[in-house]
Nanobody, 116 residues
Framework: QVQLVESGGGLVQAGGSLRLSCAAS????????MGWYRQAPGKQRELVAR????????YYTDSVKGRFAISRDNAKNTVYLQMNSLKPEDTAVYYC?????????WGQGTQVTVSS
């Protein structure tokens, strides 16, 4: 069973940066597309970015285009989310999961709070 563990969240001022990491155990990581998702208070969870297994294809939701960058290191079984120019509306719990997401693989997430 693959486990996904997110880290790197924190409190940052608007305009700041954070780099999230998601470490995966298990051998199926490298053959699967991965995604970063977020859930803000009172809102549904949404896909923020996704990356194909080979890193050749990436996708970003409109609100983060040009500010966030998703990457992965299959040798380390890790996927990253570099977040720059953060805005208060980016405040949420951030999760990684496969893309499409799989119900049994949601972890605890990592809290990102952006102050104005």
């Amino acid at each position: 069973q693959v486990q996904l563990v997110e880290s790197g969240g924190g409190l940052v001022q608007a305009g700041g940066s954070l780099r999230l990491s998601c470490a995966a155990s298990g051998s199926i990581f490298s053959i699967n597309a991965m995604g970063w998702y977020r859930q803000a208070p009172g809102k549904q969870r949404e896909l923020v970015a996704r990356i194909s297994s080979s890193s050749a294809i990436t996708y970003y939701t409109d609100s983060v285009k040009g500010r966030f960058a998703i990457s992965r290191d299959n040798a380390k079984n890790t996927v990253y989310l570099q977040m720059n120019s953060l805005k208060p509306e980016d405040t949420a719990v951030y999760y990684c999961n496969f893309f499409p997401s799989r119900r049994d693989y949601w972890g605890q997430g990592t809290q990102v709070t952006v102050s104005s």
